[in-house]
């Protein structure tokens, strides 16, 4: 399967969207999310608070951002 150009970009947001939730969870609030949930926090959040958690923990990726490859200086976050 290929994506289109948009189809990867909503991908990579909603990966992103994903990371940043956990990670907020996981650093946080020292818990874990099972994936649907985050998935479904990730979703439903607004931009702003998406933003917000970011602004929260070191790194969204928490060396786990495909982006990044293990770098969080790099992460698309």
Same mark, same amino acid.
Do not use: K, N
């Given at each position: ?6 189809? +990867? $970009?909503? $991908?990579?947001?909603? &990966? ?17 999310? +099972? ?6 926090? =990730? ?19 928490? &060396?786990?951002?495909?982006?990044? +490859? =293990? ?7």
């Amino acid at each position: 399967m290929t994506l289109t150009e948009r189809g +990867d $970009a909503v $991908a990579t947001q909603t &990966g992103w969207r994903f990371r940043v939730v956990a990670s907020f969870f996981d650093s946080m609030l020292e818990t874990s999310l +099972d994936d649907e949930t985050a998935f479904d926090i =990730g979703v439903a959040l607004p931009q702003d608070g998406i933003a917000r958690l970011r602004g929260l923990v070191d790194s969204a990726c928490l &060396g786990r951002c495909p982006a990044a +490859d =293990g770098d969080a200086g790099r992460c698309v976050a």
